[in-house]
Each structure stands twice: as C-alpha cells, then as structure tokens.
C-alpha cells in the first residue's frame, strides 16, 4: 500500500507548482489583483468536460449555501472555490500532493476565499476529520488512485452526516485494458478502475443508497471531439499542472472514451443511517 501512495505522490509531485502559476496568472494582472473561478477554470478543474461537470454534479447533490461540502482529492481547489463562490457554502478539500495544496491555498488567497474555503494534506483513506462531520463529500476523477475502494467509501461514510450526499463523478472501466499513459495513471501500477455497476455497488457496501446515477459518457466523449477539433487537448495551460507531457495524457484519455475502453460515471448517493442499513 505504502509503495502505491507514493507512486501516486510521484504522478502529482508538481514541484515548483504555485511560482508557475504565478507566472502563468500574470495575464490577469499584478499579484494584489483579485480573480474568479472562472479565469482559473482552463488552470484547476481537473477532470472531464471541466467547470461544466462541477456544475452539474453541484446541482444534483443540492448542494445551498448551508451545506458543508468536503472535496476529497481537491487538486488546487477549483471545484471547491466554485462551490464557495456560486452558493455561498463552506468547503474543506484534502489532496495527497503537498504542492497541489499549497497552490489551492495560493489561488484561494487570490480569489478572496480563504475564510470560506481551506486545503490540507490528506490521505482520503485516512480522513482528518471526526465523524458526521459533512453534509456533501464531493469525488471527483479520484477512486482510480485508490486501490482500497471499501477503505474510501468507509471514511467518506464516515465523516458524512446521516442523509448526507456523496456526489461522484469518476472514471470507469467499460472494456478492455486502457492506452496508458492518462491523466491520473502513466502505468496501469497505479491505476485502479472499476466497472460502473461495481463502483455504486462498493460505495453502497460502505452504508449509501442511490439516488441518481447515469452514464455521463457521451457527453465526455462528445468534450473530447471538441477539444481535438479545436487544437492541442485540453488546454496548454494544465500542462503548466500537470507536466509537459500532460497533452499525450489527456489525448489517451480521448482515446480510451471513444474505443469503449472507458466510460464516465456521474451519480449522488444518500447516506443511510445504521439502524436503516
């Protein structure tokens, strides 16, 4: 296990991450100048079809400006600023990369957040948080890191309140082996897919029932054409992330959605309480 988390901290290791972005920022304006997510979006949304995936994903779980939300693997904390910045809530988010975080923190500096919206160096196996502590756990394109699905599930059940929602949208095995290298994974050692149908079932094992799960894949696919019609995928800028091999990644990405190998899951789950389960 010790060896597969470090391979993963290999994968995200960003060394010298937040002076890039600085560098990269320096478009907007002088340092002192305040930004919106939206200006940040081509640089921290992470994962398929971008700030338009957060958006829906928010939408389905309900989330208001009194729910408590915990984004789980935030990266440098694009969905959790859009989350604070488009309703008002509160958002916690952990990520394994030390450099990820402290560039969530930077850019959350930058966009006036950091009193609604805070990061920490976190393992999602081992959550640093006591229990029922959230409303809403978001999970966005993480569980293919995590060898330890039950382990997962179990934590994020854990520090979410009875009738809390766990909101995911991840990438799932459909058929075949994948074209590595991708965004998440360079080799299948640190990979870890799953089938849809197995992902709701193990996060229903860990105490959730399903509210709504669907299959998201055309609409990634259909992101995917868009972007390798309109130049090199997704966006040059992520590189600045991501390393400078990030466009070969996210081009097999592409690859692996429209062959069928991949497919993209988007679903809420409720959290049941023990005395129901």
């Given at each position: 296990?010790?060896?597969?988390?470090?391979?993963?901290?290999?994968?995200?290791?960003?060394?010298?991450?937040?002076?890039?972005?600085?560098?990269?920022?320096?478009?907007?304006?002088?340092?002192?100048?305040?930004?919106?997510?939206?200006?940040?979006?081509?640089?921290?949304?992470?994962?398929?079809?971008?700030?338009?995936?957060?958006?829906?994903?928010?939408k389905?779980?309900?989330?208001?400006?009194?729910?408590?939300?915990?984004?789980?693997?935030?990266?440098?904390?694009?969905?959790?600023?859009?989350?604070?910045?488009?309703f008002?809530?509160?958002?916690?988010?952990?990520?394994?990369?030390?450099?990820?975080?402290?560039?969530?923190r930077?850019?959350?500096?930058?966009?006036?957040?950091?009193?609604?919206?805070?990061?920490?160096?976190?393992?999602?196996?081992a959550?640093?948080?006591?229990?029922?502590?959230?409303?809403v756990?978001?999970?966005?394109?993480?569980?293919?890191?995590?060898?330890?699905?039950?382990?997962?599930?179990?934590?994020?059940?854990?520090?979410?309140?009875?009738?809390?929602?766990?909101?995911?949208?991840?990438?799932?095995?459909?058929?075949?082996?994948?074209?590595y290298?991708?965004?998440?994974?360079?080799?299948?050692?640190?990979?870890?897919?799953?089938?849809?149908?197995?992902?709701?079932?193990?996060?229903e094992?860990?105490?959730?029932?399903?509210?709504?799960?669907?299959?998201?894949?055309?609409?990634?696919?259909?992101?995917a054409?868009?972007?390798?019609?309109?130049?090199?995928?997704?966006?040059?800028?992520?590189?600045?992330?991501?390393?400078?091999?990030?466009?070969q990644?996210?081009?097999?990405?592409?690859?692996?959605?429209?062959?069928?190998?991949?497919?993209?899951?988007?679903?809420?789950?409720?959290?049941?309480?023990?005395s129901?389960?």
């Open positions: 296990m010790t060896d597969v988390l470090e391979g993963v901290r290999t994968h995200y290791r960003a060394i010298g991450l937040t002076e890039r972005l600085k560098t990269v920022l320096a478009v907007f304006g002088p340092e002192g100048q305040r930004l919106t997510s939206q200006q940040l979006s081509a640089l921290d949304q992470f994962h398929t079809r971008g700030l338009a995936a957060t958006a829906e994903l928010a389905l779980a309900g989330i208001t400006a009194d729910t408590s939300v915990l984004d789980v693997g935030s990266g440098i904390g694009g969905p959790a600023r859009y989350l604070a910045e488009t008002g809530c509160r958002v916690a988010g952990i990520d394994l990369s030390e450099p990820f975080v402290d560039a969530a930077y850019l959350t500096e930058r966009t006036g957040q950091a009193g609604q919206v805070s990061f920490q160096t976190a393992s999602a196996l959550l640093p948080f006591d229990d029922a502590r959230f409303d756990v978001l999970l966005q394109h993480v569980a293919m890191n995590i060898a330890d699905r039950a382990q997962l599930y179990r934590e994020i059940r854990r520090v979410l309140k009875s009738g809390g929602k766990l909101a995911t949208f991840d990438v799932v095995l459909n058929g075949g082996d994948p074209h290298p991708v965004p998440w994974a360079r080799t299948p050692e640190t990979s870890f897919l799953l089938t849809a149908d197995a992902t709701c079932e193990a996060i094992q860990a105490g959730f029932h399903t509210l709504t799960a669907h299959d998201d894949t055309e609409a990634a696919k259909n992101w054409a868009q972007l390798r019609a309109s130049g090199p995928p997704p966006s040059p800028n992520l590189g600045v992330v991501m390393g400078p091999d990030f466009a990644l996210a081009a097999n990405l592409g690859r692996n959605l429209m062959e069928g190998r991949l497919g993209i899951l988007m679903a809420v789950f409720e959290a049941v309480s023990k129901a389960r």
